[in-house]
């Protein structure tokens, strides 16, 4: 019974008679990537009587989604609806400064399918409820990725990866992070095919 939503469009809501309380564990963060913008997943989310959003990404995608009307908070969950797994949640990241919520993510892995569903739930902080706004923007990301793959070598670690197509691209920039959230730092680059529809295949060792 999700509702749907469409990129660029602002949907209005009410948490007001909502009761629809899921026995699911809430998230805080996320893994925002790159082309993400900073000052998100703020706060810490708990688990209210909210409403049930779905968007659906076809594509490589940076996903900005916003809420903001009274003490809100953001949870987004893929999978099915049997078993959904949290991807990010936000409280008080509303790029308005007051108590609206925002997360961004990138959808660009579908691991074989021709699209990824976001379940995006709305609630209030604590006790909080009333009307609020939500708008979804998806921005295609200029990297197409079709696979990134590891194997551990005898004294070193190989990693392959190839793009379907790339669009005004100088670097592939590898970068680790001891909890995959925090703390990243640059461990090599690999030349980048700047504009192409045709699939590359790279490798660093």
């Not at 949870?75 to 959904?84: A, H, I, K, M, N």
């Not at 892995?109 to 009307?131: E, K, L």
């Not at 703390?183 to 090599?188: H, I, K, R």
Request: negative net charge; charged residues 20%; glycine residues 12%.
């Amino acid at each position: 019974g999700a509702i749907s939503l469409t990129s660029g469009g602002v949907m209005m809501g009410t948490t007001a008679n909502a009761t629809n309380v899921e026995n699911l564990s809430p998230c805080s963060g996320g893994t925002p990537g790159d082309d993400c913008a900073g000052g998100v997943y703020d706060g810490t989310t708990d688990f209210g009587p909210g409403v049930w959003y779905v968007y659906t990404s076809t594509e490589s995608e940076t996903i900005t989604i916003e809420v903001d009307g009274f003490d809100t908070e953001l949870q987004v969950f893929t999978g099915p609806c049997e078993s959904l797994s949290c991807v990010a949640g936000d409280d008080d990241s509303s790029s308005s400064g007051c108590c609206g919520s925002q997360v961004c993510i990138e959808s660009a892995d579908f691991r074989g399918a021709a699209s990824v569903d976001y379940y995006i739930y709305v609630d209030g902080h604590a006790t909080n409820s009333g009307s609020y706004t939500l708008s979804v923007v998806g921005s295609p990301l200029p990297v197409d990725l079709i696979s990134f793959d590891g194997r551990t070598e005898k004294s070193s670690n190989m990693l392959m990866w190839k793009t379907a197509s790339e669009e005004n691209t100088e670097w592939h920039i590898i970068e680790r992070s001891l909890d995959g959230r925090d703390g990243w730092q640059e461990v090599d680059r690999v030349q980048a095919a700047g504009f192409t529809s045709e699939q590359q295949d790279y490798m660093l060792e």
